[in-house]
Structures are given as structure tokens and as C-alpha cells.
């Protein structure tokens, strides 16, 4: 049992480290983009930054992927099609994490994110990325258990969450605008809904793994808080 990981959350943290996991939420999470009244703000937004391609054709049914492809040239556009996002994420985490923003995570969200998901509070950038994008918030958590900073029963319980209404915030407001117009009750009361459910099937996840697949984590570090 190696504990290690989370019981050295006790040391000290600087402020630097909490501001910048501050500016890491914030620039993942998509709020920036919810103030119509200081539009500007979203120029500091994840998706903003990232931008998009250009249309080719018929701009409302093409993209840059065109349509009618397939096979592995189909899939190798797609793939290009993620790279700029990644890279951002990636480059804009290594970053963050010199001036402390993972440790300060782990300080921070462990009390929260242990009883709630079984996860170290470390998982909590990942965590909010996937509410804006799904792919990106899937290769942070494919680099922290590459890095060994999750275990493999925590990859799979984060990845139950990131699997259910991925890019929760994005799609939520990008597909689900059609229907506002028709809820009968406050546009935020649904997307609350979601994100609580996804907490749920994530601790549906972390139950059956606990229950019916104990000994396949045998050998699975733990760490607690």
C-alpha cells in the first residue's frame, strides 16, 4: 500500500500555486464565456483560444474534414482535426503545474474529490477540463496515470465520469439551445442534473469495481487521504 501521494498534500502550498490552479479552472471551465456584459473576457477562454477551422463548400454541413470520408484517411483528419486543442491543454498544464497548480489541486479538492469519487484531489483540472472538452480532458487523465500520479481503479472510475455527458458545459449549451426556449424551469436546473448524475455513474463504477473486481486491483496502489 503505498500511501505516499496524498498524505504529503499536507505540505505547504504557496499562493502562486493556488492562483494558478484558479487560472487553471477558469480557463477550462468556460465561464469566461458566460459574460455577455465584458465580452473581452473570453478572449482568456480554452475554446476561444483554440479557435476553429475554416468551412469548405457548404458551410453549414462541411468542415475543413469534409464529408463522405472514411477509412484511415478519414481518421487521420479527425485526429489532426484535435491536435491544436491538445497541444494547448498540454502545453498551458505543464505550465501551470511549474508555478504548483496540481499540487494545489491535490490540497485543495482531496477532502472533496475522496469522498465523493475515491480520487486525489490532483484529478480535479482533468476533471473540470472534460466539462468543456472531451478530448482533452482524456489525454490529461491518460498522461497523470502514464506519470503515475492515478492508479488504474481511479483512471477507470475518472474515466466513468468523463464518459457520461462529456463536454458537458459545450454540448449543453452548443445542442441543448434549440431546446431552451421549451424548459419549463431555470436553464442552469438541467445541466446541475447532469453533472450530479455523472458523480453518481462514477460511483456506480467505483462500487462495482469494489465489489465484483476487487482482485483485479490487488496489486493497484491506494492512496488516502
Known sequence: ??????????????????????FAIVFF????????????????????????FGTMKEPVKNSFL???GKGAREGFLFGFYLIPAVMLA???IEILNNYGALRAAQVLLS??????MGVPGSTGVALVTDLQSTDTGAILTKQMY????????ERIVMISWQF??????????????????????PIITPLLVIV????????????LLHCFYKGDFKNDNTYTV
Open 1 to 22: 500500500m503505498n500511501e505516499g501521494k496524498d498524505l504529503n498534500s499536507t505540505q505547504k502550498v504557496s499562493f502562486g500555486a493556488y492562483f494558478a490552479l484558479f
Open 29 to 52: 471551465s468556460g465561464l469566461l464565456m458566460s459574460f455577455k456584459q465584458i465580452n473581452w473576457l473570453a478572449a482568456f477562454d480554452f475554446n476561444t483560444i483554440t479557435g476553429a
Open 66 to 68: 469534409g464529408a463522405g
Open 90 to 92: 498540454l502545453g498551458t
Open 111 to 116: 477532502p472533496l474529490l475522496r469522498p465523493l
Open 146 to 153: 502514464d506519470e503515475g500520479a492515478i492508479t488504474e481503479k
Open 164 to 185: 457520461s455527458a462529456a463536454g458537458t458545459i459545450t454540448n449543453y449549451f452548443a445542442s441543448g439551445a434549440a431546446l431552451f426556449a421549451a424548459l419549463t424551469v
Open 196 to 207: 450530479v448524475m455523472k458523480f453518481i455513474g462514477a460511483n456506480i463504477t467505483r462500487l
